[in-house]
């Protein structure tokens, strides 16, 4: 579900099913269903996420189970880190690892340690990435070593490492084909890493190519990512009406999964705003991102693929 963008119907097939009165006659079966449904709910309705990842805890818990209160805690850890509180999961995320390390399973180490690093400090995340990379390694979990690689590129973009971030894309893109997994969030994060390397039109063509696959698989995530850092490219070109139009369409497709920006992503986009607003003034700005916020998903794609014209 999770690799075939498919989250919207996980989410619509197993939450009914918890909700029956009977869903709790296997306790273990119970919170591992609520684990993967967690999953499905975290890009779609953060509070019934993190209801039913507390739910986990709390059953796991009484069970007695380690490796199911493991793959519950990350579970929460994952939660409160989308529903933008990721102080409040960390001690949820660390306890999760802990307990995996003890148990030395390396998938459940390493998938403890991607939601665990979630919520730690970019400059402090270098050791922990090498250590889940490596689990992941191991293990031959695809699908972990792709996101890890993906989310260490992040980080290695935000400490200003551009070549680390370069071969960490360029990783998780190579891990991804190992399961026919098209992660349009690699893409959209590399188009940052051509920016930041001076390539603008790279930059475009590479958010351009994500928003194409994104639109053809249903990412929502990774469309509203790829058409924020348009928005930027805009901005860096001085089409600051464009940069506001787009930003605007950006916001309306975060809208559509329910979770706020993540830090990477708010950072950039209030820099980027703050530039327009300094260009246009509030009410150009306002009118202009407006605009963008109206548009359809199709129309909000359609925009960001439409090449500005000359100046």
């Not at 893109?173 to 039109?201: F, K, P, S, W």
Request: charged share 25%; hydrophobic share 45%; proline share 3%.
């Amino acid at each position: 579900w999770r690799a075939r963008f498919r989250l919207q119907e996980a989410f619509g097939l197993l939450v009914p099913v918890l909700r029956r009165p009977d869903a709790r006659a296997d306790p273990a079966l119970f919170a591992a269903a609520l684990v993967t449904a967690t999953w499905a709910a975290c890009w779609i309705d953060i509070a019934t996420a993190r209801h039913l990842a507390e739910q986990a805890v709390q059953v796991a818990r009484q069970l007695g189970d380690d490796r199911l209160l493991i793959r519950s805690l990350a579970a929460l850890c994952d939660a409160y880190f989308w529903a933008g509180e990721p102080d409040i999961g960390r001690p949820f995320g660390q306890e999760a690892v802990e307990r995996a390390r003890r148990l030395g399973d390396d998938v459940l180490l390493a998938r403890s340690l991607l939601l665990y690093l979630l919520t730690i400090d970019p400059a402090r995340s270098g050791q922990l990435f090498a250590e889940a990379i490596a689990c992941t390694e191991r293990s031959g979990d695809h699908l972990t070593n792709s996101v890890l690689h993906s989310n260490a590129g992040c980080a290695s973009l935000d400490t200003g490492d551009i070549p680390a971030a370069r071969a960490h894309l360029e990783a998780a893109a190579q891990a991804g084909q190992q399961i026919g997994y098209q992660d349009t969030i690699v893409m959209a994060i590399m188009g940052l890493v051509l920016r930041a390397e001076g390539d603008l039109d790279g930059a475009r063509s590479m958010l351009e190519a994500a928003l194409r696959i994104g639109r053809r698989t249903g990412d929502s995530k990774g469309m509203a990512g790829a058409c924020l850092y348009m928005a930027c490219l805009a901005g860096d070109a001085g089409d600051w009406d464009r940069a506001a139009a787009l930003h605007g369409a950006a916001q309306a497709l975060q809208d559509r999964m329910s979770i706020p920006w993540e830090e990477f992503d708010a950072r950039r986009r209030q820099d980027s705003l703050d530039q327009a607003r300094a260009h246009l003034g509030d009410e150009q700005l306002e009118r202009a991102y407006a605009q963008g916020m109206a548009l359809s998903l199709e129309k909000a794609i359609d925009l960001a693929l439409r090449r500005p014209g000359p100046a």
